[in-house]
């Protein structure tokens, strides 16, 4: 019973978190777009943010433990 109350502990936790993340780099990206004037730079920017998200989202997982 208490594994079964801890998986749903951590499912709704996870939920919340990943709710959350998404919210603040939605807003994050909001503010940012606007600063940002010439293309190329949009595509350079996007191009490092996604590399970044590339190794952190594992690394980041891998602390939590998920």
């Known amino acids: ?3 079964i109350l801890g998986e749903l502990l951590f499912a709704f ?4 978190v990943a709710g959350s993340a998404y919210a ?3 807003k994050f990206a909001t ?5 940002i004037q ?3 730079v949009k595509v350079a920017v996007g191009g490092l943010l ?5 190794f952190m989202i ?3 997982m891998g602390l939590l433990g998920l």
């Open 58 to 60: 594992p690394i980041v």
């Open 31 to 35: 503010w940012l777009d606007p600063k």
């Open 50 to 54: 996604g590399l970044a998200a590339f």
């Open 24 to 26: 603040l780099w939605i």
């Open 13 to 16: 936790i996870r939920s919340i």
């Open 38 to 40: 010439r293309r190329w």
């Open 1 to 3: 019973m208490a594994n």
